[in-house]
Each structure stands twice: as C-alpha cells, then as structure tokens.
C-alpha cells in the first residue's frame, strides 16, 4: 500500500481555528500563538490536542469575543517579532555587504589590510556628527585586519569562480607570461589569458601570479603554467598563442616555456600549432639600440647625473633656470628600464643645451663635448628619432588590443623609417625639427645627413628582423584587419568558398565600415563557421605582454618595503581584484553564502 503525502491532501487553515485553539499560519505552517511551537501536521485534530494539553487552563474563562481580541493581539505582537527580526536580518547583511565593498577599494587602492580600522574610525566620528542615532549600524561593519584580509581572498574566489565558469565557453584562448623579482628577490611569474567564447566575445583576465622560490628554468616555468591551464579546466588544444618577453628560458628551442608547451600539446593530440611570439613593444624597445649611439647618451647621462646627484647642485641649476626665465626649470632623471624616459630627458637637454653648458661652465666643468657640432647634430637626431619611437609605444600599449591592429601599427613604423631614410639624405628635415633647428645653426661643418640616414637604415633593418615572426603570420592577421581584401586564392582551401560569400555580400561590406575589424568579426553569421573560428583565434592573441608589466607595477605598489612580509596568498588575491576587468565580484552571492551571518557589536569593537 502507497505511504499517504500530506501535502498532497490539500488541506487548509481554517480561520475559526485562531479563535478556538489559538493558532495562526506562518510560511504554510500552523504555529502556535501562545508558545510559539509549530504543528507538522495540519489537521484540527492534532491543534485541539496541542491547545488542550498546553494551554486549554489559561483561556478556559474566555468568552469567544474575548479569544476573538486575545487572538488579534497575539497576531499583531508576532508580526512585530517578525518584522523586527527582518530588520536586523537586513541590518546584519548590509554591514556585510558594507565590509566587502569597502575591502575591495582597499585592494584595489593598494593600501594595507589594517586601513580598514582607521577607515572604520573616521566613519564612526562622521557618524557621530551627522547621524549619532545610525552609529549602532556603523558599528556592526567589521572592518578588522583580519575580516579585510578575509573579504579580500574571498573577492578573489569569486571572481576566478567567474574566470573558470568563462573558460568553459572558450573557443580558443592564448596566454601571456613574463618574469619580474619583488621587494624581497623573489621571482614572481605573472600570467594573464585572453579567451573568445563562441559568441567572439573577448575576455582579457589575469590568471595567476606564482612565485618561484627555486630555479626558473623552462621546465619551471611550464610546471607552474601548466598548472594553472590545469586549474582552469582548459583543454590544451585550444591554446592559440604564446606571448613572452623573449627571455632564454620563455623561447629556448629545446627546454624553454614555449618548447615544453609544444610537447604538451603533442602528447594532448592538439591539432592546432602554437603560436609564439616575442612581445612587440618590448622588441620595439630593443630596436632603438640599433642606432648604436650610445656615446651620446652617456655623455648626456652623467651631465644630468652631475646637476641631480648632489642636492646642492640641483638647488642651483633650478635657481639658475629660474633666473634665466627658461621654459622649463628641472632636468628629468633617465632610467634604463623605464623605456620613454629616455626621449624626455633627450628633449629637455636638447632644449636647455646652451643653460647647461653655461651652468656646467660656472662649476669649472669641461663643456667642449657638449659644444661639438657634431656631438650637437648626433643629439638633435637622436631626440627626433627617440621622440618617434616613443609615440609607437605609446599606440603599442594598453588592454584590448587586437593583434592585428598592433601588426598594422608597426607595418606603417617601417613605411615611415623607409620615407625617412630617403628624405634624410636629401636634407629634408621635415619630419625632424629638432635637427632642422641644428641644420640652420650650422657654422662651418655641413649637417652629417648621409651618416644619419645610414642610422635610420639600421633601424629599418633591426625592425624586419625582429618582426620577422609576424610577418610569417601577414596572411592570418590580415584576414582578421581587412577580410574583404584578401586574395581568396591565396588563402587556405577551408576558408576560400566562405571567403567568397563574404566578399560578395554587400550587407556585411556595409557592417564592417560601419564597426571597424575588430568589433566586425562578432557579426560574421554561423554560416562562415571556419572563419568564425580564424577569427576567434586571431582575437584570442597577445601582442604583447604589458598586462604583466602592468601587474608588476601593481605588485611593487602593494609588496614594499613596509609590506614586504605580504603573503603570497594575500598579494595575489589583491592582484585579482585590482586588475580585474570584464569580471566584476558578486558581492550579493558572496554575502548570501555567508548564511545570512549578522555582525554582534561585541565582535566587531575587538
């Protein structure tokens, strides 16, 4: 014989019970008025029993009229109870909530994890000005170190939940590695993903920052790669690309990070062949070595070293300036590793040049070196030529951008070096105002033009070379930046038939003017399913690897000298948050999971 459901038997709470066994319905449940105990089972049976055995003396001198009122009064007071239960059930979240957006601002702003005490304090004495009867609330907002380092991991958590549940959706996916040491020497290993779902939609996240307390060989390198690909859930044969800073133990044929990735993929049966590339701006930067001109940036260094190294000489350089009335009052310091600074201080030397040998003069100074006319003419180049390099940096830099834009980027830099060269050597100086200033300040000696136009061929050349790896991938990239003007026979069998129809078909033409390249490849239609996919793991590559650098700028913010004792745990988890882009933490999910927890105010004063 079946077992009988009860909540299958459609029984209802009948309002006369109210009055006669004081009972009332609270969330489907008949609940006792006088006691507060629920009944399981909703039949008048068992309330009569529930009321004549507990409470049937109390009420027996009532008449109905008098039950009628005692049960209205009861009602009221347990919605009361009620409500003010939800109000503190509401109270209790919203200091929770309240503690985790306020730790996720002291993430992303850098600063320490004991902040939230003196923020706490500050909105407590605000508090106590504007609204003393809220201070109670304020009060119950934990923001202890403790509490703050705890919200953080848990911001964390979520939002690489976020990144995995993404992941899953990724058609295809690439990565970007890069190397730097923190304030206590030890190597961090930055990695950052971009992944395009099925929808061509591109994530650009951070992924991991591990350390490396031992070696950092290739196959150290790969282990903690690996395991992070892993971590994701990501299947090996829709890695795309391989994005690095070009260091022996990143790109060695044998043992580096990229060869270990490719016998990866071969043991995983990846069809598809990694893509590896040595990051463009970093090549760029490389690049302006060619000109070999370091002479004239030594000697322009140790004069500026000269003027900013002693505090009494910088005080009378600026004093000096001032009483000049120059344009400008300080000289820029120039580190080596800080790429554009090297063009600053070349304009503003090249610019105070005559202040500075005056002032270099006044302290007994040789200045002949700094007087040479050809020394002079080496320097205006230099300056023009360094100015031109830092403006491609510049458009290289940045989160999201498309592979294929940066390619166009460099491709027109060596158009210009070839149109330089050319006019370089017939003195036209149209695109150089620094050496045109020189050219018309010329006494004796004519202007080297011959001789820096050989500099800038050198620079031509470093740049085919460096970029020889991309110009393998022209087809590829420009299939993405300008499908319509592709030659269909030149292109890959699988892609020519939808190449055709994309070509012929004047509605897409008309999208892709109206979009641009980028944003023009989410529109292609599901019929093009094999450019769909070019497209996406074109999308899906790094150009280069400034999100990583941009990390380590983040990562020496957080990690100082006063913070060096940051867990590893800690650092990363800030990193998350502070770099996040796409992904945003969902505070409500995580106060929800919390279990709907209440701060007491005796907790919350510790």
């Not at 090249?350 to 050809?374: A, H, N």
Request: charge should be neutral; aromatic fraction near 6%.
């Amino acid at each position: 014989m079946a077992k009988r459901k009860v909540d299958t038997e459609n029984r209802g709470f009948q309002t006369r019970w109210e009055s006669e066994y004081m009972f009332t319905k609270v969330a489907g449940k008949p609940v006792c008025l006088l006691c507060g105990e629920s009944v399981a089972v909703l039949k008048e049976y068992n309330l009569r029993r529930h009321y004549e055995t507990k409470h049937a003396d109390k009420n027996k001198n009532m008449d109905m009229e008098q039950r009628l009122q005692k049960a209205e009064e009861l009602k009221r007071g347990l919605k009361s109870r009620q409500a003010l239960f939800k109000k503190a059930k509401s109270q209790g979240q919203a200091a929770v909530k309240a503690s985790f957006i306020l730790a996720e601002e002291i993430a992303k702003s850098a600063r320490p994890f004991t902040e939230g005490d003196f923020i706490k304090n500050c909105m407590i004495k605000v508090c106590d000005e504007v609204c003393p009867e809220k201070r109670q609330l304020f009060l119950n907002v934990s923001l202890s170190r403790n509490t703050i380092a705890e919200r953080v991991d848990q911001l964390s958590i979520n939002l690489k939940e976020q990144l995995v549940k993404k992941g899953k959706d990724f058609i295809a996916y690439s990565l970007a590695v890069d190397e730097s040491t923190d304030i206590s020497d030890i190597a961090q290993l930055s990695i950052f993903i971009r992944g395009v779902d099925s929808n061509l939609s591109v994530t650009e996240e951070f992924l991991a920052l591990r350390p490396m307390h031992g070696t950092n060989t290739g196959h150290d390198l790969y282990e903690e790669v690996s395991r992070c690909v892993n971590e994701m859930e990501l299947p090996w044969e829709k890695l795309v690309g391989l994005t690095t800073d070009g260091a022996p133990a990143m790109c060695g044929h044998r043992s580096g990070l990229v060869a270990k990735i490719r016998e990866k993929m071969q043991e995983e049966n990846a069809t598809g062949e990694l893509t590896a590339y040595h990051c463009i701006i970093h090549q760029e930067a490389l690049c302006g070595k060619a000109l070999k001109m370091e002479h004239v940036m030594s000697i322009i260094t140790r004069t500026v070293n000269f003027i900013r190294a002693k505090g009494l000489n910088h005080r009378q350089f600026k004093a000096f300036l001032t009483e000049l009335e120059t344009e400008h009052g300080d000289l820029p310091y120039h580190t080596e590793v800080r790429w554009l600074s090297q063009g600053k201080v070349l304009q503003r030397c090249f610019e105070l040049r005559e202040e500075i040998c005056l002032f270099l003069d006044s302290k007994g100074k040789d200045t002949t070196q700094l007087r040479d006319e050809m020394f002079l003419c080496e320097m205006a180049f230099l300056c023009d030529i360094t100015s031109h390099l830092n403006a491609i940096n510049l458009q290289l830099q940045g989160r999201d951008r498309v592979i294929s834009d940066m390619y166009s980027t460099v491709k027109a830099f060596k158009t210009k070096l070839t149109l330089w060269e050319t006019q370089m050597r017939k003195e036209n100086l149209s695109h150089f105002p620094s050496c045109q200033t020189m050219k018309e300040k010329l006494s004796t000696s004519a202007f080297p033009s011959t001789q820096l136009a050989d500099k800038i061929g050198m620079l031509a050349a470093d740049f085919r070379r460096r970029f020889a790896d991309f110009e393998a991938q022209k087809s590829r990239l420009e299939l993405l930046g300008n499908p319509f003007a592709v030659d269909v026979e030149s292109s890959p069998p699988n892609l020519q038939m939808e190449l055709i129809d994309l070509q012929c078909n004047d509605a897409l033409r008309a999208k892709y003017a109206a979009v641009g390249a980028a944003e023009f490849a989410r529109f292609l239609p599901g019929t093009m399913p094999q450019l769909r996919i070019q497209a996406a793991q074109t999308l899906s590559m790094f150009g280069s690897t400034y999100l990583c650098e941009q990390l380590f700028s983040l990562m020496n913010l957080n990690k100082t000298s006063h913070r060096s004792r940051l867990t590893a745990e800690h650092l990363h988890s800030i990193l998350r948050i502070s770099s996040a882009q796409s992904l945003t933490p969902n505070i409500d999910e995580l106060v929800e999971k919390m279990g709907h927890h209440q701060v007491s105010p005796s907790t919350s004063n510790k």
